[in-house]
């Protein structure tokens, strides 16, 4: 965590995640399930596999539809093959707001509030570096800081 700072001299790199958990476009949703549930997060960043530019963000709320299949007659069976086939880049958001590391956390703050998400990923000229969190916030405000 951050060393003592004033507020308004914390930038997102001083808070961000830089062990990210990252899934590529053509991986199943039960892949998602999985690594959401293991590593108890509740947003993976899409990469290509190529170059790690960000192309997505799947969120637990975008898997939470596939639950509903259960509830629409499908049966844990159906569902669970339904989610085998069904591909990320079919359930994940292309329109993704992300931040340079550089940015105050205030600003961070802002974004977050005002665009209703709960993480922004850390990006340089487009590939994938970190994640903030409203956790991350959370543990500062915990710290006292």
């Known amino acids: ?19 990210v958990f990252t899934l ?16 108890e997060v509740h947003h993976i960043p899409v990469v290509e596999e190529e170059d790690g530019l960000l192309v997505g963000l799947v969120s637990a709320r975008d898997v ?5 299949l259960r509830a629409a007659g499908y049966g844990s069976r159906g569902a669970e093959r339904l989610k085998q086939d069904l591909r990320i880049k079919e359930v994940m958001s292309t329109e993704v ?6 940015v105050s ?9 005002e665009s ?7 990006v340089i000229h ?3 570096i970190g994640m903030l969190t409203a956790n991350d916030l959370l543990e500062l405000i915990a710290q006292g800081d």
């Open 1 to 19: 965590m951050p060393e003592a700072k004033p507020r308004s001299d914390l930038h997102v790199r001083d808070l961000m995640t830089t062990e």
């Open 24 to 39: 590529e476009q053509n991986q199943s949703v039960t892949e998602v399930d999985a690594l959401m549930e293991a590593k």
């Open 64 to 68: 939470f539809a596939n639950a509903l």
């Open 97 to 102: 707001r992300s931040i340079d590391p550089g």
């Open 105 to 113: 956390v205030v600003e961070a703050v802002k974004i977050m509030r």
């Open 116 to 122: 209703g998400i709960g993480c922004l990923p850390v």
């Open 126 to 128: 487009g590939k994938l």
